[in-house]
């Protein structure tokens, strides 16, 4: 499975961004998803996860109330929308795929990653 991310680029702190994720085949529905991000100098971290199938979402902390993950399972394709945005929020974007469902926050699970997508917030 490919995984294309879209959607990333520059905006002022307090801006949206909606991040995109589309799966070259179809995603069952025992399957997660989930969004990552990496900024300069730091670990790959978690950001939201959810269930393909029941749709049922999770997110860190640090984005909870700010960002919305969402799947649409007709086109196959995962979505991050990203609300009052921050500074802090910059980093690559990455989409990944676990087919086994196991809805993990750890970024090993995942056994397909989208290419990533730069997103940078400024002050």
């Known amino acids: 499975v490919q995984l294309q991310a879209s959607g990333g680029g520059l905006v002022q702190a307090g801006g949206s961004l909606r991040l995109s994720c589309a799966a070259s085949?179809?995603?069952?529905?025992?399957?997660?998803m989930a969004w990552f991000r990496q900024a300069p100098g730091k670990e790959r971290e978690f950001v939201a996860k959810i269930r393909w199938g029941a749709g049922t979402s999770y997110s860190a902390d640090s984005v909870q109330d700010r960002f919305t993950i969402s799947r649409d399972t007709a086109k196959n394709t995962l979505y991050l929308q990203m609300n009052s945005l921050k500074p802090e929020d910059t980093a690559v974007y990455y989409c990944?795929?676990?087919?086994?469902?196991?809805?993990?926050?750890?970024?090993?699970?995942?056994?397909?990653w989208g290419q990533g997508t730069q997103d940078t917030v400024s002050s």
């Open positions: 990944a795929l676990d087919r086994r469902g196991r809805i993990s926050s750890a970024r090993y699970e995942y056994e397909f």
């Open positions: 085949r179809r995603i069952f529905s025992s399957s997660s």
